[in-house]
């Protein structure tokens, strides 16, 4: 059964305290997650009890919700590690060494406050299938009723608050232990999010002359003007302060932009692209191949296909890419948006480990960023996000279809035209991308004006 009513490309995420994300809700949540990690066990409710982790970014809503799926959880006999306030990356992290049965964050990731989500992770800490997805949903949906135990055999709630200094002792030891970024001025936004204490942390042990901005969280100022949503913020500071590189955290920290010494804000497409590089000299990326997603510069596969690579793509989401990887063995990966997944240290998106990584290959190489990035040379690519009313299938929308069939006849084999619901707001994304920008300009304005008026409320103002 794979039939989706919350789930999204990123997990469950709402509008808090609004129906689906109430505390009620968490508290079924918890006790579907519970079920899961007995049925993964294959066996009875005898012996250890499941254990599942617990973490959350600084969302007020998010100790209200944390707290409903721990009594949920516990109350269908397993035992709960809340870890606090931890990057998603670390939770992921944290799931396989504490020998976890699942992994939940509460987060909402880049978007503003007022929403929060709920995000799982398997025991290798890996996203789960959407086998496993539509298996909660069961629960979710009321279709089964998910575990009740006896008193005696509730589990038990651990605050274990103290794993922020394990995940930080696991990221250090993924930057070589004879060097250090005591030659780097480093400005890191943090978004206010999850990763105000964490980042901070790691790039200061590790020797950095480091400024830090928007890290005094407050329950309402995550991702509020700040972070990876709005770079022009680090930029300004990157320059004002004359620094090497900017960095800057979303939410939950699972993703990470990047900013040279000029100013110039860097996104996924060119982290990949130099980690890329780097990892093909030193002998590190089978068959010289990464994974990217649907919406990922056409540039990066010409940059592989020199080396005898190739990008392999999927859709959108950093699980998806995920998925690719483990199924290929690819060892790099990742979104235009930051997300990065190295394999060799984590089995999820990291910001602050891609971070490290980029600033170990500027002191091994003795190379500004805005050097590094010039390796990848981009197709123009033009976006619009388009507000809809409605999320019918875009090939039964004549005028769509009609429209992106035409345009994709005179791009021909020199660009593409890529059109998707947001999994977590009602917007359809746009992409055109081609060789020509005044001309994928002109056609993306084209494309979002009829979307705009058939699934938009009549609106075509693009």
Same mark, same amino acid.
């Given at each position: 059964m ?5 789930f ?18 968490a508290?079924?949540?918890?006790k ?76 909402a990731?880049?978007n ?5 989500g709920i ?30 135990v ?8 651990y ?5 922020s200094?394990r ?7 993924t930057?070589?232990?004879e ?23 790691i ?24 972070g ?13 302060l ?8 979303? #939410? ?5 932009v ?21 990892m ?15 919406m ?7 940059l ?24 290929r ?6 979104e ?26 500027m ?18 690519q ?36 890529l059109?998707?619901?947001? #999994? ?7 992409l ?29 103002d693009?």
């Amino acid at each position: 059964m794979n039939e989706r009513s919350f789930f999204g490309t990123d997990g469950i995420r709402g509008r808090a305290n609004e129906p689906p994300l109430t505390v009620d809700f968490a508290l079924l949540v918890g006790k579907a997650a519970a079920t899961l990690a007995w049925e993964g066990r294959g066996e009875s409710k005898e012996g250890r009890k499941p254990r599942i982790l617990l973490g959350r970014d600084t969302r007020l809503s998010g100790q209200a919700l944390v707290s409903a799926i721990a009594a949920g959880a516990t109350s269908s006999g397993a035992d709960v590690f809340e870890l606090g306030v931890l990057p998603t990356p670390a939770v992921a992290l944290l799931a396989n060494s504490m020998r976890a049965d699942l992994a939940i964050v509460v987060t909402a990731s880049h978007n503003p406050f007022e929403d929060n989500g709920i995000k799982f992770f398997n025991n290798e800490g890996r996203k789960l299938s959407d086998e496993l997805e539509a298996r909660i949903e069961v629960f979710l949906r009321g279709e089964e009723k998910p575990c009740r135990v006896s008193a005696a055999k509730m589990g038990r709630m651990y605050d274990l608050s103290s794993a922020s200094d394990r995940y930080v002792e696991i990221i250090l030891r993924t930057f070589p232990r004879e060097k250090s970024l005591e030659d780097l001025r480093v400005v890191l936004d943090c978004a206010n999010g999850a990763a105000s204490r964490t980042s901070p942390q790691i790039l200061e042990e590790l020797g950095a002359n480091l400024t830090v901005l928007n890290a005094r969280p407050d329950g309402t100022n995550i991702n509020r003007k700040c972070g990876s949503n709005f770079p022009e913020v680090l930029a300004h500071e990157v320059c004002r302060l004359q620094a090497d590189v900017g960095i800057a955290h979303d #939410g939950d920290a699972d993703r990470v932009v990047l900013v040279d010494e000029k100013g110039t804000v860097l996104d996924g497409d060119e982290i990949l692209a130099i980690a890329a590089l780097n990892m093909i000299e030193r002998g590190k990326l089978p068959g010289n191949s990464i994974v990217a997603t649907v919406m990922s510069n056409f540039g990066l596969d010409e940059l592989l296909e020199r080396y005898g690579g190739k990008v392999w793509r999927t859709n959108v989401g950093d699980r998806f890419v995920a998925e690719e990887m483990f199924a290929r063995g690819i060892m790099l990966g990742g979104e235009q948006s930051g997300h990065i997944l190295f394999r060799e240290f984590s089995p999820t998106g990291d910001g602050i480990l891609t971070a490290l990584q980029i600033l170990r290959i500027m002191i091994e190489k003795g190379e500004s960023l805005s050097s590094l990035r010039k390796c990848l040379i981009k197709f123009p690519q033009v976006r619009r996000d388009i507000p809809v009313v409605s999320r019918p299938a875009f090939e039964t929308v004549p005028e769509i279809t009609t429209i992106i069939n035409k345009i994709e006849k005179e791009l021909s084999d020199k660009g593409r035209v890529l059109l998707r619901y947001s #999994g977590t707001e009602n917007l359809a994304r746009l992409l055109v991308e081609g060789r020509d920008k005044d001309r994928i300009e002109s056609y993306a304005n084209e494309i979002a004006a009829i979307v705009g008026r058939c699934l938009g409320g009549g609106r075509g103002d693009f």
